[in-house]
C-alpha cells in the first residue's frame, strides 16, 4: 500500500508513543495534584511546553496545550475578538478550514460580528494589498492559514503578519499544514497566534497546542479550574501533551531535509500524461506536500476508489467534510464550478523519517520518484477509461 492523505492524518511516531506511554500508565498523577504523583506529572508538562516553546521560537508562557487544531482555532479566533474590545469586524478567506469558518460563523450569529472575505483567485492565494484594503478602524482580527490543507497555496504569511501588526490588528494563522515543511518561528512571524495539529506531525489525534503572544487577551471557551494559565480549563492531558512535544522537535530536527522524491516532476507528468487534468493552486507557491488536481468528466469519488483497488491511498480533500455531496468549498471559492470541484483528487505526503514505526502506513512501499510513477501510469489509466 502507497499511503499518500497525511495531510488528513500521519502514522504516530513511535518516539512520541514511547514518550507518552508512562503518563498513560504508571505515571498516572494529576498536574494539579500536589502530592509525589502529581508534582511529578506537572513537571513533564512543564517540560514538554519549554519543548514546544523551543521548537517554535516562543515562550513556554506562550503555549496553551488543546485537543487539536480545532480547539486552537475556535479558542483563537472566539477568544481573541471577544476579549479585543477594537470592534467586531474581522477579516479572513472563504478557503479556510471549517473550523476556522464555523468560529467566525458563531461569532456572527451569536455576537453580531461582521465578516470581510478576502477575494481567492484561482491560484487559491490571497494578497497583503487586498487585506490592506480592507482593514477598519473597528476590524478586530485577521485569521489566515498559513498552507491550505486541501490545495496546498501557501500564503505571504510574515509579510501579512507585519502589514496586520502595523495597523495593530490580532492575526491569528492555522500553521498545522505549514509546520511539517516550513520554518514557524514566531519570534520572526509577527503573528498574535498560531494553531497546531498532532496528528498531522506524528503525534495522536486528539492532541495539538496554540500559540498565544504575550501580552494578548483571550476570552477563554471553557471554565472550570483554570488551568493552561486560565486560558483552557480542564485536566490537562500529560501523555498527549509529551507526545506532541517529542513529535514537533522531531519535525524540527528534520526540517529543510531532502524529500525521497521530486514533487515538481509527479506534478509536471501528472499535467501532462493524464487527460484532462488540471492542478488545484498556484503551480509556484505552494507546498511540495500537497498535490491536489481536478479531472473535467470524471467522478473523482470513482478514481479514488480506484486508485484504492492499486493500492494507492489518497482523498478528494479535508478528512473534515469526506462522505458529504457537497463540492469542495475551498474550490469553488476559487473559481471553480461545482461539477469540476467534485472531480478533486488530492495527494498529500510527508517527509521520511527514520522514527517512523515498522507498522505505519505505506511502510511497505516508500514514496519515491518510482513509485509516483506508478500512480502517473495509474491515473493515466483509470481517467482515459473514464472519460
Known amino acids: ?138 476590524t478586530t482580527l485577521v485569521a489566515l492559514m498559513w498552507v491550505n490543507n486541501e490545495t496546498g497555496a501557501m500564503a505571504p504569511i510574515a509579510e501579512i503578519a507585519q502589514a496586520c501588526r502595523q495597523v495593530d490588528v490580532p492575526l491569528h494563522v492555522d500553521a498545522v499544514q ?23 506531525l506524528g503525534a495522536p489525534k486528539g492532541s495539538g497546542a496554540l500559540f498565544v503572544r504575550s501580552g494578548s487577551h483571550i476570552e477563554p471557551l471553557l471554565s472550570g479550574g483554570g488551568q493552561e494559565a486560565g486560558q483552557r480549563s480542564g485536566t490537562e492531558n500529560v501523555a498527549w501533551a509529551v507526545a506532541f512535544a517529542v513529535a514537533l522537535d522531531i519535525r524540527v530536527k528534520n526540517r529543510g531535509e531532502a524529500l525521497a522524491f521530486d514533487a515538481d516532476a509527479f506534478i509536471e507528468r501528472v499535467l501532462r500524461e493524464v487527460p484532462g487534468a488540471q492542478l488545484s493552486g498556484d503551480r509556484a507557491s505552494r507546498s511540495p506536500l500537497i498535490a491536489s488536481f481536478v479531472f473535467e468528466g470524471v467522478a473523482g469519488e470513482t478514481v479514488l476508489l480506484e486508485l484504492e483497488r492499486r493500492g494507492v491511498i489518497c482523498s478528494s480533500g479535508s478528512a473534515c467534510a469526506a462522505g458529504r455531496d457537497e463540492p ?51 491515473l493515466r489509466e483509470i481517467v482515459t477509461s473514464l472519460r
Open 1 to 138: 500500500m502507497l499511503y499518500l492523505d497525511n495531510a488528513a492524518t500521519t502514522p504516530v511516531l513511535e518516539a512520541a508513543l514511547r514518550a507518552a506511554w508512562p503518563w498513560l500508565t504508571t505515571e498516572f498523577g494529576n498536574p494539579s495534584s500536589t502530592h509525589e504523583l502529581g508534582l511529578r506529572a506537572k513537571a513533564a508538562l512543564d517540560e514538554a511546553r519549554a519543548s514546544v516553546a523551543a521548537s517554535l521560537g516562543a515562550k513556554s508562557s506562550e503555549v496553551v496545550f488543546t485537543s487539536g487544531a480545532t480547539e486552537a482555532n475556535n479558542l483563537a479566533i472566539k477568544g481573541l475578538a471577544l476579549a479585543n474590545p477594537r470592534g467586531r469586524h474581522i477579516v479572513s478567506s472563504p478557503t479556510e478550514h471549517e473550523s476556522v469558518l464555523q468560529a467566525i460563523d458563531h461569532l456572527v450569529r451569536i455576537h453580531d460580528f461582521e465578516v470581510t472575505w478576502l477575494p481567492v483567485g484561482r491560484d487559491g492565494l490571497v494578497t497583503t494589498d487586498a487585506l490592506l484594503s480592507v482593514i477598519r478602524p473597528d
Open 178 to 200: 505549514a509546520v511539517i515543511h516550513e520554518t514557524v518561528d514566531v519570534s520572526d512571524i509577527a503573528c498574535t497566534s498560531l494553531a497546531l495539529s498532532g496528528h498531522k
Open 328 to 378: 469542495s468549498h475551498v474550490l469553488t471559492a476559487m473559481g471553480l464550478d461545482a461539477d469540476l470541484a467534485r472531480t478533486a483528487v488530492r495527494f498529500s505526503f510527508t517527509p521520511v523519517l527514520a522514527e517512523w514505526p515498522s507498522t505505519a502506513p505505506g511502510a511497505n512501499q516508500e514514496v519515491t520518484n518510482d513509485s509516483l510513477d506508478e500512480v502517473v501510469e495509474a
